[in-house]
């Protein structure tokens, strides 16, 4: 019998230990890891030991090297050594951290990380808060909470009439919000054709002369949701201009701050988030910039009575605690992971000044490879990254578009096989991308460079694959 906790320990290890040599994409295909991982449900059962060590073997070539630092896809990181290790922990502790009567140390130390965090985003103090799985379901918290408040002030009571013959709920967002907003309403039964784009300007920043037309007529249940960065270029909204607008029509304001809420923790970039305090509620995650394990969002409300209504669960067997803040009466789940854990770690090993650090990093290394991949021979940058995300263009001289979208996707294709680098694609004002986003805190300045030779290299191929009038693009 070999302890299984000692092998997860060794390829634990030997996987962190690798990152910087394995390659970044996942090779296997799906086959190979049914043939790998699968079969028939064993009959009997096996040693501990001996399964950890086939399933490491099994999953091994489908893992993404996204801990490492020259992962650049989606908005997708690594986790710290201290939260990696807490999240260990909260496997071992098995505490069910719904409730301090049941888990009482995961119960305060949840309490604990959430009045960190406020403290870090500079949040108002009365706010509430949820630990949920992500981003998407920090907005559905949010979003719980706004329909419950939004109806409540139109005389209807949600949780005991449901939305059976309730007052509609306009959703004023903008075309650039991320899928997940659209989820969360359609979730709550919301309804999609109750979204209304306001207009945008060129990156994607709502038009605060639309939002005030769009709110102009006669009041009614609205909920408005903001960007603090959208995903392609990191856009924040204009929150001190927005939100005062949608405060004096009534509106709810949600803020989607996924990542961005972090720019909030940096003096350097803290005034892209001027007046986001003013808004109802904001969701962002813990697994994206703050470099803790999946899963792990947060949601925010500055109504904690009406988080509170909306959300608490109650039975007499459940023995909740009058005097501590019982996690179950503000997110989703009844029984739950202790998911703040690996949070409190990361914020004690960072600190303030370690927060801001990683997002500074992390912004000056998407600005370099921005534009040192923009600078590449048929490269073109689309823009100049405001935070951490950027996109690239990969164009020939005299191509059309749809051709020069498919070799963009082509140089992405064939970077990710390279296994060098790992970049996402987009379609960002109709035309294909490279998106640039480095959350990361391993990643460095020979990251940065590695990564830029390995699109070089993959262009100076394409170049001699494919000869033609390809001369530079006017970068
Ligand atoms: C701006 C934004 N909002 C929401 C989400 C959804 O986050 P999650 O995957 O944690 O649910 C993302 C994910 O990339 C995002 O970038």
Redesign the pocket.
Known sequence: MTDPLDRAMHHARTWLDGLDTAPVGGRATADALRDALGGPLPETGADAGDIIDALAAGAGPGLHANAGGRFFA??MAGSLPSAVAADWLVSAWDQNSGMFTVAPSTTIIEEITGEWLKDLFGLPPECSFAFTT???LAHVTALAVARHAVLEQAGWDVGREGLYGAPAIRILTSANR?N?LDAAVRYLGMGETHMESVATGEFGNMRAEDLAEKLSGPMRPTILCLNA???NVGTFDDFATLIPIAKAAGAWVHV?G??GLFARTSPAYRALTDGIELADSWAT?G?KWLNVPYDC?MAFVRDASAHRAAIAKGAAYLSPSPDVRDPSDWNFELSRRARAVPVYAALRELGRAGVADLVERCCGYCVSLVSGLGALPDARALNVPVLNQGLVRFERAGATDAENDAFTDEVIRRTNATGEAFFSGTTWNGVRAMRVSVVSWRTDEHDVSRSIAAVARVLLRLRHEKPGPREGTGH
Do not use: K, Y
């Open positions: 989606w908005v992500g981003c998407q991320h997940t960065a959208d995903l989607d996924a990542f995650d697994h969002g």
